[in-house]
């Protein structure tokens, strides 16, 4: 922190959204030159608050100063205009435009005839990069960058813009570990700079890491603001939750009969060159799991089983007989589920109800003759709510409207409602705050106890620790290790055979 | 800016019924002297409705399923045509076959394209338009064939079941069922999945490949059906018929509270929009304007009423 003075004051926010208070009397500042995280679980009030700040919602009653002054901010524009910029989730950038069109959209350089002056906007946007230390050819098309490079594309572009203050949200979501440290970097420089930084992420050793405060809302309301040197991680995940014991993920030893026959076997299953000859049994009631970076083809292996993408090469056993699975329509005959990467894109019309959505994968079961029975749905609907305890339990409500972990256990709801025998989840906790990350991991050890079979793949180590049976290590396409769960000492462990350290 | 935009929706849902009600109530009072509220114009207008009404219903499929249907019209007009040579030439069941055949083979053509090649729906049923209208002219010769059959005539056009128009039994069945397919049926669930998330149906298992193929098809059956109502109740085949039909059959279905984005659709909504369509065209013949004003005005008002229930 360079100062203490506030750059940005919201005093007493309040908002509600159908009379129900979304933010009750928030306070929240940041100082110039600081990273502040802002963390709570989803529905805490977190994004609307920022909303707020960016102009994309008003204010009930409250009052924001930016750099001591009162300001009304009702649209991005005024925003902009008090420099507060957004790093954007779902990046806003345009895919076929090149990195420096895109960091000057909209305000392009232009030459005396009143064309684009192609050559400014490059000279400027190569110093904007070197500025932000940051090596990337500002020539070519943002479609061809990665991930972290589009990100810090957009955060070059809110910086050209003249942004004081930036806001990220969830900015690691889909970052590898070395993409995060060019972040950190960044985010670093930008500071010593006296850019302010409201940093919002579930992911608790980033915020130890990198920010200098913390805020904690819950339920709307402002529980405690501050300095991460004088506060522990425990007593943060106390904050968020409000419950006094938090619990833990540990892992309950239970024993896998693997002389019986497999449940499934795949051999050899080989995609392109993302997957390559991997070959593993599965056990009924175990609980597998996939660990390895962003990119090592732990989807595309799923992808694959469940019949999305074509198979290359590889046999597929369920039950000791051979199968072969072309689409997800054979895949789901044959018993299998997928819980997909992007719940929002891949898993739910989010525009539809809850009800319509839970139906949607069960359409043959709830109807006869092609016709729907509604006694039965209502049933089925009734009872997916109650069982994976969706909040609000209303079956009509359109799934948009629900928290990010609300709308996973309707994507988990949903499928399990078909009666699979096997279970892939592919990052079932992205985005879910730390209480229903707990509540989502119990519903796997749950449907593992009912002897379904399931295949996690997860990011967060600690997660698979907590449930697994067996961790297979997928680096390369290729199954690098496969892991007894009581052979794993601890995270650390772990990280270092995923991230191929010799032990 | 939730709050606003729940409202609107709202609105959406029943705008259709103010604006019809508003517009009824307008010309009740502006043409009254013109006979608008007599119940012989009163049926006339559900009458010249039936063939829009028929096709919007299938429309409100196709829009839901996130794809359009812009050959309807053309396919209308070919389908009078071949339908009344058929009848002509070898019969009446062979007549009514010979429409019929016209809506499956565009159909399952534009179904092919849209579902299985992956050409925007939009570009192939424009080039499918102009294609159907192009055949129908050819094989007339631009001339109009009549219908002598009575029994084709009645049961397409002018025929009553006691003091009940058989045309408005078609619409109603046709309304009827669609809102049952599309409400009751796990094919309606289909569509509706698709044209909401087509990615998310795909993950489901749903084969959205197939669900577009049947929406293109099912539309084009309609229209030739809607074809053969045009030949019934003007008792001849034309190129003509049905030429400009896709944009009332759209702007029915948007008016009903359909999403023009996919993912949602309102049966009962695109009847009461077809029923406004018809309503303004009859109002507006009864005017006494004169076809060109009528055109502009029709336009007008349908830009401004899709403008109204448009989807914030």
């Known amino acids: 922190m360079s100062s203490n003075f506030n750059i940005v004051e919201m005093i007493d926010i309040s908002k509600s959204f159908f009379g129900v208070k979304v933010l009750d009397s928030v306070s929240f500042g940041v100082t110039s030159g600081e990273i502040h995280a802002l963390a709570g679980e989803n529905g805490a009030g977190k994004s609307t608050l920022m909303k707020i700040l960016q102009g994309v919602y008003t204010l009930d009653s409250g009052e924001i100063q930016i750099a001591g002054e009162k300001v009304s901010i009702h649209s991005f524009q005024d925003a902009r205009k008090y420099g507060i910029g957004m790093v954007f989730q779902e990046f806003s950038l345009v895919p076929e435009l090149s990195v420096a069109q895109n960091i000057f959209l909209d305000r392009e350089h232009k030459n005396k005839l009143r064309f684009f002056d192609e050559k400014e906007t490059i000279r400027k946007s190569k110093l904007v990069m070197e500025d932000l230390g940051l090596d990337i050819d500002v020539t070519a098309k943002v479609s061809t960058l990665g991930r972290a490079f589009q990100q810090l594309t957009e955060i070059a572009k809110a910086i050209a813009g003249d942004a004081k203050i930036l806001i990220l949200d969830e900015p690691t979501a889909s970052l590898a570990k070395e993409e995060v440290d060019a972040l950190f970097k960044v985010l670093k420089q930008l500071t010593a700079r006296g850019v302010s930084i409201v940093y919002i992420s579930h992911r608790m050793d980033e915020i130890y890491r990198i920010c200098d405060r913390i805020t904690i809302l819950r339920d709307g309301k402002k529980i405690v603001v501050s300095l991460l040197s004088e506060i522990s991680p425990k007593e943060i995940i106390a904050h968020i939750t409000g419950r006094k014991d938090v619990e833990m993920l540990t892992h309950e030893g239970k024993s896998i009969a693997r002389s019986s026959t497999p449940i499934f076997e795949a051999s050899g299953i080989q995609v392109g060159n993302r997957v390559n000859n991997v070959t593993f049994k599965l056990y009924p009631g175990e609980i597998l799991g996939l660990a390895g970076l962003m990119g090592s083809g732990r989807t595309e292996l799923v992808r694959a089983i469940f019949g999305l993408d074509k198979k290359d090469g590889g046999a597929l056993k369920i039950d000791g007989k051979d199968v072969v699975i072309k689409n997800p329509r054979e895949a789901i005959a044959h018993g299998f589920a997928l819980i997909p990467e992007d719940r929002r894109r891949q898993g739910l019309v989010m525009e539809h109800s809850v009800k319509q959505n839970i139906l949607a994968t069960n359409l043959s079961s709830l109807s006869h003759l092609n016709f729907l029975s509604f006694s039965k749905i209502n049933r089925v609907v009734r009872d997916s709510i109650t069982d994976f305890e969706v909040r609000p339990p209303e079956a009509n409500r359109e799934v948009r409207l629900l928290s990010g972990g609300n709308q996973q256990k309707v994507v988990i709801a949903k499928w399990m409602a078909t009666n699979p025998k096997i279970v892939l989840m592919d990052e079932p906790t992205v985005g879910v705050d730390i209480g229903t990350k707990v509540e989502i991991m119990k519903l796997v050890r749950a449907i593992a106890a009912e002897g379904k079979s399931v295949i996690l793949i997860s990011s967060e180590l600690p997660e698979l620790l907590g449930v697994c049976d067996r961790i297979l290590v997928i680096r390369k396409g290729k199954i690098a290790e496969e892991l007894d769960r009581k052979d794993v000492k601890d995270e650390d462990h772990l990280q270092m055979i995923v991230q191929g350290i010799k032990v | ?312």
């Open chain 2, 1 to 312: 800016m939730i709050l606003s935009s729940i409202k609107k929706i709202d609105i959406r849902a029943t705008l259709i019924y103010w604006m019809f009600a508003v517009i009824f109530l307008l010309f009740a009072l502006l043409l009254h002297d013109d006979g608008f509220l007599q119940s012989n114009n009163l049926l006339n207008i559900f009458r010249q409705t039936a063939t829009i009404t028929v096709m919007a219903v299938a429309m409100t499929f196709v829009i839901s399923a996130a794809e359009i249907d812009l050959s309807i019209g053309g396919v209308a007009g070919l389908a009078s045509v071949v339908g009344a040579i058929m009848l002509r030439d070898h019969g009446l069941i062979q007549g009514i076959l010979g429409g019929l055949a016209i809506g499956f083979v565009v159909g399952s053509l534009n179904g092919l394209l849209v579902a299985y090649v992956g050409i925007p729906s939009f570009l192939v049923t424009l080039g499918m338009q102009g294609v159907a209208i192009g055949f129908a002219a050819l094989v007339t010769n631009y001339y109009p064939i009549p219908i002598l059959n009575d029994t084709f005539n009645a049961i397409f056009g002018s025929g009553t079941i006691g003091w009940f128009p058989g045309l408005l039994l078609w619409s109603f069945t046709a309304v009827l069922i669609g809102w049952i397919m599309l409400t009751k049926t796990t094919f309606g669930r289909r569509v509706l999945a698709t044209g909401g998330n087509r990615d998310a149906a795909e993950f489901n298992g749903i084969n959205t490949k197939n669900v577009k193929f049947k929406v293109m098809l099912i539309s084009s059956v309609v229209a030739s059906i809607a074809g053969l109502l045009y030949a019934g109740r003007l008792q001849t085949g034309r190129y003509e018929w049905g030429a400009g039909d896709e944009l009332s059959a759209i702007a029915a279905v948007i008016l009903g509270g359909t999403s023009l984005f996919g993912g949602s659709g309102r049966i009962i909504g695109t009847f009461f929009g077809a029923l406004l369509v018809g309503l303004i065209n009859n109002g507006l013949i009864l005017a006494g304007l004169p076809v060109s004003q009528q055109q502009i005005v029709r336009g007008l008002i349908i830009i401004l009423a899709v403008a109204l229930a448009k989807k914030k």
